[in-house]
């Protein structure tokens, strides 16, 4: 062995756990592509979504297992970028948007440059120490994940009421920039990161969970559709609690 050369340690499999998670999140949206093309649109909606569990594992066992790193930060942004970015405009464009060539080419464009800044701008936030610890319980923006389920709603609802629910070219394509425009805005939305739960709560939180999951195998493009649009009104919410918890931080 050369002279000052370390001998490189074998790594412990669970270290490579989260990049796999990760690597399955690119996978099933770049399989929701394929779907799309096949214009197999329940499956496409299915693998982004699938995408999105992946996505939410790996942060989760990676932070679990305390192996962290910064190769699987930037390879989560990347995965990130195509799933939730480029797949969800490719779906919408193949679905409906192509009617509308030009225009909805524009609004595919426009939602996945979106997406793109979204996630680069989170990158550099996570460098930011000087934000408050309660500021962790929000994002900036909506989430790339969240973006991505917003953006799939106008085909959700078709799958759950047929073609009757189907929104004109345009509509579809505002839509996608709107949602494009919220995931780059300073808006504060609510994140899971941060909040804790009273005891009292924890068995009504289980058995919401076991509905939701019940719903979603009985009524799935239903159950989705709900999610998207509390979400939405959950907006205005986040935005408050940001603003009075910021005013509180003030005056102390």
């Given at each position: 062995?050369?002279?000052?050369l370390r001998p490189r340690k074998d790594l412990p499999l669970t270290r490579l756990l989260p990049n796999m998670l990760t690597l399955l999140?690119?996978?099933?949206?770049?399989?929701?592509?394929?779907?799309?093309?096949?214009?197999?649109?329940?499956?496409?909606?299915?693998?982004?979504?699938?995408?999105?569990?992946?996505?939410?594992?790996?942060?989760?066992?990676?932070?679990?297992?305390?192996?962290?790193?910064?190769?699987?930060?930037?390879?989560?942004?990347l995965s990130d970028a195509i799933s939730f970015g480029v797949v969800p405009g490719f779906v919408m464009y193949e679905w409906a948007l192509?009617?509308?060539?030009?225009?909805?080419?524009?609004?595919?464009?426009?939602?996945?440059?979106?997406?793109?800044?979204?996630?680069?701008?989170?990158?550099?936030?996570?460098?930011?120490?000087?934000?408050?610890?309660?500021?962790?319980?929000?994002?900036?923006?909506?989430?790339?994940?969240?973006?991505?389920?917003?953006?799939?709603?106008?085909?959700?609802?078709?799958?759950?009421?047929?073609?009757?629910?189907?929104?004109?070219?345009?509509?579809?394509?505002?839509?996608?920039?709107?949602?494009?425009?919220?995931?780059?805005?300073?808006?504060?939305?609510?994140?899971?990161?941060?909040?804790?739960?009273?005891?009292?709560?924890?068995?009504?939180?289980?058995?919401?969970?076991?509905?939701?999951?019940?719903?979603?195998?009985?009524?799935?493009?239903?159950?989705?559709?709900?999610?998207?649009?509390?979400?939405?009104?959950?907006?205005?919410?986040?935005?408050?609690?940001?603003?009075?918890?910021?005013?509180?931080?003030?005056?102390?």
């Amino acid at each position: 062995m050369a002279p000052g050369l370390r001998p490189r340690k074998d790594l412990p499999l669970t270290r490579l756990l989260p990049n796999m998670l990760t690597l399955l999140s690119l996978c099933s949206g770049l399989t929701g592509m394929r779907f799309a093309i096949q214009q197999r649109w329940h499956e496409a909606v299915l693998a982004i979504l699938a995408a999105a569990i992946f996505d939410v594992l790996d942060g989760r066992v990676a932070r679990m297992l305390n192996i962290a790193s910064k190769f699987g930060a930037e390879l989560d942004s990347l995965s990130d970028a195509i799933s939730f970015g480029v797949v969800p405009g490719f779906v919408m464009y193949e679905w409906a948007l192509r009617y509308d060539a030009n225009f909805g080419w524009i609004a595919v464009l426009v939602y996945s440059v979106c997406t793109a800044l979204r996630l680069a701008r989170f990158n550099t936030m996570l460098e930011d120490h000087a934000a408050p610890l309660w500021a962790k319980s929000y994002f900036t923006g909506v989430p790339a994940p969240a973006g991505a389920g917003l953006a799939l709603l106008p085909l959700m609802l078709v799958l759950q009421f047929g073609e009757g629910a189907a929104a004109p070219t345009p509509v579809i394509a505002f839509w996608l920039m709107l949602i494009g425009g919220l995931m780059v805005s300073r808006l504060p939305t609510l994140s899971m990161k941060g909040h804790r739960v009273k005891p009292v709560w924890v068995a009504p939180i289980f058995v919401l969970v076991v509905l939701c999951v019940a719903a979603l195998i009985t009524k799935p493009w239903l159950t989705l559709s709900a999610v998207d649009l509390l979400y939405v009104a959950s907006l205005p919410t986040g935005w408050y609690l940001y603003r009075r918890r910021a005013r509180e931080e003030e005056q102390q």
